[in-house]
């Protein structure tokens, strides 16, 4: 069974930086695709990044790009979120997700598609 744990939320001010981290467990570290979303209050989950077997990465609003960084550690069966220059409305949970084996060469930004999610990680931006 695909285990995620999601952790390094909190609160910050505008301008700094957190990491967020996704333990994964439950299936070989060398062949998915996981992903973070986020979930603001009253708003649809929005896809954010994604990496591709620690080495494919995508970014997907325009907003992060340039800010948010995704890694993985193989060792540790764990993907990272450095999020950089955080703004007020990066305010939300942030969710990973997982797909192993991985889609391909792509990463879908729909939501529906991934089929393992961890319990969230709150963070707050203050401005």
């Known amino acids: 069974e695909v285990q995620l744990v999601e952790s390094g939320g909190g609160l910050v001010q505008a301008g700094g930086s957190l990491r967020l981290s996704c333990a994964a467990s439950?299936?070989?570290?060398?062949?998915?695709?996981i992903a973070w979303f986020r979930q603001a209050p009253g708003k649809e989950r929005e896809a954010v990044s994604c990496?591709?077997?620690?080495?494919?990465?995508?970014h997907w609003p325009d907003s992060v790009k340039g800010r948010f960084t995704i890694s993985s550690d193989s060792a540790k069966n764990t993907v990272y979120l450095q999020m950089n220059s955080l703004k007020p409305e990066g305010t939300a949970v942030y969710y990973c997700?997982?797909?192993?084996?991985?889609?391909?060469?792509?990463?879908?930004?729909?939501?529906?598609?991934?089929?393992?999610w961890g319990q969230g990680t709150q963070v707050t931006v203050s401005s």
């Open positions: 997700a997982a797909h192993t084996p991985h889609f391909g060469s792509f990463c879908p930004d729909a939501k529906e598609l991934w089929d393992a």
């Open positions: 990496i591709i077997n620690g080495d494919v990465t995508t």
């Open positions: 439950g299936f070989t570290f060398d062949d998915y695709a």
